[in-house]
């Protein structure tokens, strides 16, 4: 069974910076994509930053350069490095991956953190 749990969500100001994290657990035999969404209250779920195999990485137009992904292959993580937050940025941040596992093809989602931009 494949796990995805992320972290270094909080409470930033405008301005600041914060990187979360997500560690995936499990029989993975293959990952064909990886990425970060978010969900704002009151909107829908939306991508981030995606990362697909090759290690081709994209960020969205709308955080405009802000956000980096970047992966740990060594320690199974992912990663997204967020500068210069706005308060429009709140939101639950969750990772996502397709992958390849024991019982076959799974999209797989963590739990979610969140990450407050208020000042």
């Known amino acids: 069974q494949v796990q995805l749990v992320e972290s270094g969500g909080g409470l930033v100001q405008p301005g600041g910076s914060l990187r979360l994290s997500c560690a995936a657990s499990?029989?993975?035999?293959?990952?064909?994509?990886m990425g970060w969404y978010r969900q704002a209250p009151g909107k829908q779920r939306e991508l981030v930053a995606p990362?697909?195999?090759?290690?081709?990485?994209k960020s969205a137009d709308f955080v405009k350069g802000r956000f980096t992904i970047s992966r740990d292959n060594a320690k199974n993580m992912l990663f997204l490095q967020m500068n210069s937050l706005e308060p429009e940025d709140t939101a639950v941040y969750y990772c996502?991956?397709?992958?390849?596992?024991?019982?076959?093809?799974?999209?797989?989602w963590g739990q979610g953190t969140l990450v407050t931009v208020s000042s």
């Open positions: 996502n991956a397709q992958v390849e596992a024991g019982s076959g093809y799974r999209e797989v």
């Open positions: 990362i697909i195999s090759g290690d081709s990485l």
């Open positions: 499990g029989s993975i035999f293959s990952i064909y994509a």
